[in-house]
């Protein structure tokens, strides 16, 4: 890892405090809202900050941390209690049809702008994490059986969706637009949208394997599809030099470095990938290294390709960059699994809280210059290629929120040269915990 100069941090060393998981745990419970439907969620930010929705990409990879603390022993009660409201909302959240959607309001609705099918993993892994959870706290059987059969119930609606609505049999690949970019650089058959779906699939299987009630059939159904689509995420990622971030709608491959090549390893693929993982993971963390702040972009920086959202000006992105801490650790680095989390908590507040995105002046100065003055940001955001039919009034509203952020790192950038947005987001606090559970598992 690069030796980056600390004159632009916001302070010089990591605090007590994020090397403690119960520190994030608290965090994560702060952001926690009671739902006006069943259960709770953690929502993306604080209400008057950035992001006051409850998005599915976030709440499983907050679940699978609150899992990982249930597992390690930390605070097991709490967090399968957050865990079981997350499912709870889930439940009361999904359409008939078996999908969920970007995001959602504190009622259950639904309030998202973009396609991002992916989300239908999402859902799903927050219900097999729920199982898992009660699982390993033996509550198995004294949950509601009315919970378990929905469980059921909702596994058995949102696969067969996926299958008969987003897998594409000839190509053997689900074929969607995903939740972890907005534009049209993450359409087509993505290497992350597949991982999640194996995931998901792998993950609900085996849940719904524990529960008392019957569900044989349901489990067959999803094996067989799980099965075929493992085919066809092998082939079609393994097989070329390089791992590719996508196959474009028309079947080109797209081998460019995009933080989502840590999908194989986020979702413990390495049976299907093999070495192919460690390539993907590595191209990603020595192509996407900021050589000024640190941490981990999610993609090449080209402000002139409309696929690319600087979203303020290109920099990193600190949940992405815990992921590559995850990896080291995971593989035995510790030294440079430690460096990683320090080079994140540089840039924590003075309570510790981890903000989503840093850049600087002036790569905002440049922004705002070349892309939010001039519109090109908003014909990259609201692309029609990407967006739902849905009401302009959740574009504005959007647009409202982008305006603000933009406004408060210009406030920023009279006082530093690093600028940060969105503090504390619970995602990266969430991956934060995880990488700190995954160094203590690699110590042990």
């Known amino acids: 890892m690069p030796n980056h100069t600390t004159e632009n941090a916001i302070h010089d060393s990591p605090t007590t405090d994020l090397d403690d998981p119960t520190f994030h745990l608290d965090v994560l419970d702060d952001l926690v809202y009671p739902a006006d439907c069943d259960g709770s969620v953690p929502l993306a930010s ?37 865990i079981l409201d997350a499912a ?17 309001a504190l009622d259950g609705t639904d309030r998202g702008i973009y396609r991002q099918e992916d989300n239908v993993g999402h859902g799903l892994r927050v219900l097999a994490h729920a199982v898992f959870a ?65 995931s998901a699939l792998r993950d609900i299987e085996r849940a719904l394997s524990l529960l008392p009630e019957e569900s044989a059939a349901v489990e067959d159904d999803i094996h067989r599809f799980r099965s075929h689509l493992e085919g066809g995420v092998k082939r079609a990622f393994t097989s070329p030099a390089q791992v590719p971030r996508r196959y474009s709608p028309e079947g080109d491959l797209d081998t460019r470095p995009d933080v989502t090549l840590f999908a194989p390893f986020y979702f413990d693929l390495e049976d299907l990938f093999d070495d192919a993982l460690h390539e993907a993971a590595n191209r ?18 080209f402000y002139r390709d409309f696929d690319v959202h600087q979203h303020g000006g290109n920099g990193p992105w600190l ?22 989390l320090a080079t994140i908590a540089r840039y924590a507040n003075e309570e510790g809280h981890i903000p989503e995105h840093l850049t600087t002046r002036r790569r ?5 210059e070349n ?23 959740f574009i504005a509203e959007e647009l409202g929120h982008m305006r603000e952020a933009y406004r408060d790192l210009e406030v920023q950038t009279n006082d530093r040269d690093v600028v940060r947005f969105a503090m504390p987001l619970a995602w990266c606090h969430a991956e934060y915990l995880t990488a700190l559970l995954t160094r203590d598992a690699a110590e042990a």
């Open 88 to 104: 709870r909302f889930f439940l009361d959240a999904q359409e008939e049809g078996g999908q969920w959607r970007q995001r959602y």
């Open 134 to 198: 009660l699982d390993a706290t033996d509550a198995l059987a004294t949950v509601d059986a009315s919970f378990r059969e929905r469980v059921i119930d909702a596994a058995d609606r949102a696969v067969a969706h996926v299958r008969d609505d987003l897998f594409d049999p000839n190509a053997h690949l689900v074929e969607s637009t995903t939740s972890i970019h907005e534009g049209r650089i993450e359409s087509g058959y993505t290497l992350w949208v597949n991982c999640v779906f194996v």
């Open 319 to 340: 949940q992405y960059t815990a992921w590559h801490a995850q990896y080291r650790f995971a593989n035995g680095d510790l030294d440079r699994g430690n460096d990683v």
């Open 371 to 393: 892309e939010w003055d001039t519109g090109l940001d908003y014909e990259k955001e609201f692309d029609e290629d990407v967006l739902r039919d849905v009401s302009f009034d």
């Open 284 to 301: 990603s963390a020595t192509a996407l290294e900021d050589p000024e702040i640190g941490g981990i972009q999610r993609f090449m920086g």
């Open 364 to 368: 905002f100065e440049a922004f705002m």
């Open 46 to 82: 604080d209400p008057d900050d950035r992001y006051p929705y409850a998005y599915p990409r976030d709440i499983a990879c907050i679940t699978k941390a609150w899992l990982g603390a249930v597992e390690a022993d930390i605070r097991p009660d709490q967090c399968k209690r957050h």
